[in-house]
């Protein structure tokens, strides 16, 4: 049914790799991802907008790419959950306060969780926990409670303002 | 009985690791988007299904036609139930009725003439690509003739019923007396009978990573590859082979990275052997992915309780009756109906009344199945007990707390042998409830509610406990109490666990690794840990009940030490000194004489010195042991019960709301847990799934349902429908430990995954009650939604006045 003269070419930074793609209309941005650039860290979890786990950042702003239209976005500079790490393969400072404090269990929900975080601290950088709850609010987790999810918040938030506490 | 091994509660020979909140690279990768799900995998020639279901809850297909699917450019292949059904043979129950004395109903993959709930499938559509698939699947055309559904418990005991299941003479799969005493001479001598309904709603698990499978066959050896979401990769080999007629040996299950299982992604689920079939006929990978909508069909948990508690003037607790009913859908291969049989086997809980008649009635009706969820049954027990105890306290003007402490099974009673045949291990409830309220405040929150309500919102106290027995073990089923783990130490000192216990994200490979670590004496970096695989780990019953710490960490705890006397015995042979005189701790072999041996050099001397240090082992560095928890006991006594357990779980949960009279919005305070899990390996894991858990209670408590129309259409079909907790919804929660050691597992442990459902969520249902005091209304049916906790306020129907 697909027909390739339909598609839209757009022009994409992905994780700093420049993309020209032809896209078919009616794609999300998530199939996108997934299945022409192999970007299998961002997930599906409800193709409605609900739970987070496809959330990805489109220009500097996080955004639910399973209800984004790939069409829509001719050129964009999108960073996904495989673009956070350093340059050197380490983890980014949020994702370890993450990975210290045992943030996530399954981690099917990081993307939400750590772009969530990363929006956040960027313009609170001493958020309350009333703030990070309200900025998590937008991600479904069903393994933690919350509690653990809260606490990496706290952590990152220590460690981007103190990067070497030693 | 299997015998106790008197070593096997002692503490590994180095210590170091267990105990600790460790990380791992397990914890990292999808930290760094480098975790791989099933869904992740795509396979050169890879296809993609869609599958047609029923949008009627009960009905004769009159008519399939796939016509209008087989022209779609790019499908390969359509096939409707019956043509289905010429391949494949019925779906064996993962723990079949009948085994149990029930009704054990034939499970197809697909519909095949009739259909028996809304959702079912009906015909498949395979294609080049997900969305071709779909869109052909709307295409296909099926004729139904609707018949009038039964729905509910009402409708399904109802003497001229429809027959939910052709052929059956009634609704009922099984009916279960849990009888002991003479509960009929204790409620004619009870001062007081308090009788409470309890209505539990149709509420699910919904891990955020829905169900997926991808089946590749290999043609050259006439082989089948299953990349799914499998909890239970060994059993569902089995299960493939029977329902595909191949030998087990030619099918290869591998579960990678899971997003949450939770007992969903538990077998018996027809797309499991469905995409089998398609890849074996078509020669290609063909892969379905589940969509949150159909995720949703999958039910769990609807009961019905009428329960009467027979008391003393004093308190005490003296007869129990509970009639019990459980919708638990149409007929299904998976697990999920068992649940309805360990409510009543776990009755009465943590109390200790003897006299007690229970009787539990699993019923089938025209709702899309249930599969097995967190808590599997137990967490109906703690609602029913629990919401039926504050009724009584409310009623006759005992402390809730003071209730239940009276009437506990006593700390000194342990091992307590429960009138239903359980063996419960050990435990301190009392001790646990005055702990969380200690950790929560209770009195002061207590002397902030005398103060009375403030503009329309009112304070609310509520306590519950929950028993769960964890780590079950059914006799003649796949659910096994025991596991099995194979150790390797490589040339260069690697380690490799293979365990047959799964992961579905909780943590277990950590909490497996420290234990390793400490048994072999060696830094925590050094190990990995492979599970989900039938090709490379032991025969393994996967992940359930709690199981995988107590069975997979104990099975590697004694597969470990069978490597290190074999590494003891070369490095002694080394040095030339006695196996005894040799310390080892963090990778060195210390002789005692001021001499010390790497542990790589010394698993290099084991795998190239075969003829002169290491004649003294049989190499390589590799051992296997199975665990099996000694305890449980499957012979039955002389009134035919059994044990399934080895483990006895058990917390009190403590939570304090505020509800606001104008709204009935209920908001969670402040919540505390008092938490018996045995020996805790790693308290950050622990810690999650306690908290976990107790989010499932507070969703399952107020907002998480879903819900069908009078004609059994699901209406419930999106996370805008099935709202769940999110971070804002969730208090902090307070968790201490009150932990008393599991004499029979390996450091004491006690399952730590299924615990706190039931519990929390009872929790808050009675602190909703007890806010409500002043309205002199209490509710019993769940979920207490604001508009039900409205209307109670406000005297519309909706609220158990107090009685029932």
Known sequence: MDDLAQSVLVQWRVNGVLHELD???????????????????????????????????????????????????????????????????????????????????????????????????????????????????????????????????????????????? | MADRDPGMSAAPATGGYVGRAVRTLEGRAPIAGAARYSSDFSFPGQLHAAIVRSPHARARILKVDLSGARKVAGVVLAMDGREVAAHLGPIPHYIDPATFGGKSAEVRTMAVDHVWCYGQPVAVVVAADRRTARWAASRVQVAYEVEPAVLTVEDAIAPDAPKVVPGFDDNVIMAVPFRNGDPDAAFARA?????????????????????????????????????????????????????????????????????????????????????????????????????????????????????????????????????????????????????????????????????????????????????????????????????ALDEAARRLGFDPAELRIRNFVPADAFPYASPTGLQYDSGDYAGAVRKAMAAIGWDEWRAR?????????????????????????????????????TVRVAPDGSVRVLTGVTTPGTGNPTGIAQIVADELGCPIEWISVVQGDTTTCPYGFGNYSGRSTIVGGGSAALAARAVRAQMEAVAAAMLGVGV??????????????????????????????????????????????????????????????????????????????????????????????????????????????????????????????????????????????YVMPRAEDMPGVTLVHHDSPNPDTYMGLKGAGEAGVGGSAAAVVNAVNDALRPFGVAIHDLPLSPARVWAAIHGRSGAAGGAA
Not at chain 1, 73 to 87: F, H
Not at chain 2, 455 to 477: D, H, Q
Request: net charge negative.
């Open chain 2, 191 to 387: 001062d007081h009978v308090v009788t409470t309904t309890v209505r539990i709603h149709r509420f699910s698990t919904q891990p955020i990573e829905t169900r997926c499978y991808n089946a590749v066959w290999e043609e050259e050896t006439e082989s089948l590859t299953l990349y799914g979401t499998a909890q239970n990769p060994h059993p569902l080999r089995h299960v493939l082979a029977k329902v595909l007629g191949m030998p087990e040996g030619r099918i290869r299950v591998h579960a990678p990275a899971i997003g949450g299982a939770f007992g969903m992604k538990m077998h018996g689920h027809p797309e499991e052997s469905l995409v089998c079939l398609l890849a074996k006929l078509l020669r290609r990978p063909v892969k379905w992915v589940e969509s949150r909508e159909e995720c949703l069909l999958i039910g769990a948990r609807e009961q019905v309780h009428h329960l009467e508690l027979a008391l003393s003037k004093e308190g005490d607790l003296l007869a129990l009756r509970d009639r019990f009913f459980a919708n638990t859908g149409a007929p299904s291969a998976c697990p999920g109906w068992g649940m309805a049989f360990l409510t009543g086997l776990t009755m009465p809980g943590p109390y200790r009344v003897r006299d007690i008649d229970v009787t539990m009635t699993a019923l089938v009706t025209n709702k899309p199945s249930w599969n097995a969820a967190r808590g599997y049954g137990k967490e109906a027990t703690a609602l029913a007990l629990e919401l």
């Open chain 2, 449 to 485: 509610q005398a103060e009375g309500p403030r503009e329309g919102r009112y304070l609310g106290l509520g306590i519950a406990y929950e028993l769960t027995p964890e780590g079950g073990a059914l006799p003649g089923t796949m659910v096994a109490g025991y596991d099995s783990s």
């Open chain 2, 580 to 721: 005894q005189a040799l310390r080892l701790s963090d990778g060195v072999f210390d002789g005692g004489d001021g001499r010390s041996l790497a542990f790589a050099d010394v698993a290099w001397a084991a795998y190239t010195r075969a003829y002169d240090v290491a004649s003294c082992i049989t190499p390589p560095l590799e051992a296997q042991a199975t665990f099996r928890p000694p305890n449980i006991r499957h012979s039955p006594d002389a009134e035919g019960r059994i044990n399934p357990y080895p483990s006895y779980s058990n917390a009190a949960y403590a939570t304090v709301v505020e509800v606001d009279s104008a709204t009935g919005q209920v908001k969670l305070l402040a919540f505390a847990a008092a938490h018996d899990c045995g020996r805790v390996i790693n308290p950050l894991l622990v810690e999650g799934q306690a908290c976990g858990a107790i989010a499932f209670g507070l969703g399952g408590a107020l907002m998480e349902e879903i819900r069908f129309d009078a004609g059994g259409h699901q209406l419930t079909r999106s996370f805008m429908d």
């Open chain 1, 23 to 166: 896209v078919l209309p009616g794609l999300s941005l998530l199939d996108v991802l997934r299945e022409q650039l192999n970007l299998t860290g961002t997930h599906m979890g409800c193709m409605t907008g609900h739970c987070g786990a496809c959330t990805v950042m489109i220009d500097g702003r996080i955004a639910k790419s399973c209800i984004a239209q790939a069409a829509t976005l001719p050129r964009a500079e999108i960073r996904t959950i495989e673009g956070l790490m350093g340059p050197d393969g380490r983890l980014s400072p949020v994702q370890q306060a993450f990975w210290d404090e045992a943030g996530f269990q399954c981690g099917y929900c990081a993307p939400g969780m750590l772009f969530s975080a990363i929006e956040l601290l960027a313009e609170t950088p001493d958020p309350t926990d009333a703030e990070i709850d309200s900025a998590l609010a937008g991600s479904l987790c069903r393994c933690t409670g919350y509690q653990s999810l809260r606490r990496a918040v706290r952590a990152a938030a220590r460690a981007l303002k103190d990067p070497n506490p030693d």
